[in-house]
């Protein structure tokens, strides 16, 4: 599976952004879907998960209630809506597939996409 992330861009606080994931190869609904970001000097963190049929998500407590992650398999795609953005959200975001034995927060991830540069403003 190759993953290519996009969307990202220069916004103010508050404002909004859509991030998608475009998937290529076969077997995309199989796979659990996850966004991770990296700030600058930080370390990667996780932000969301979905499931492979989208019926469970998983969000970071740092953006609960502010982003929504969401996919649409029929286009191989996985989006991270991001709403009320904050200037700590600045960081590469990066896509990621893989699966899980148990709960989503236990998922472990085997392709990994470039990233797309988020940067929020004051």
């Known amino acids: 599976v190759q993953l290519q992330a996009s969307g990202g861009g220069l916004v103010q606080a508050g404002d909004s952004l859509r991030l998608s994931c475009a998937a290529s190869?076969?077997?995309?609904?199989?796979?659990?879907m996850g966004w991770f970001r990296q700030a600058p000097g930080k370390e990667r963190e996780f932000v969301a998960a979905?499931?492979?049929?989208?019926?469970?998500?998983f969000l970071a407590h740092s953006v609960q209630g502010r982003f929504t992650i969401s996919r649409d398999n029929a286009e191989n795609t996985v989006y991270l809506q991001m709403s009320s953005l904050k200037p700590e959200d600045t960081a590469v975001y990066s896509c990621?597939?893989?699966?899980?034995?148990?709960?989503?927060?236990?998922?472990?991830?085997?392709?990994w996409g470039q990233g797309t540069l988020v940067t929020v403003s004051s």
């Open positions: 990621a597939a893989g699966s899980r034995s148990g709960n989503l927060a236990g998922a472990d991830y085997y392709y």
């Open positions: 190869g076969r077997a995309f609904s199989n796979y659990v």
């Open positions: 979905i499931s492979a049929r989208g019926g469970t998500t």
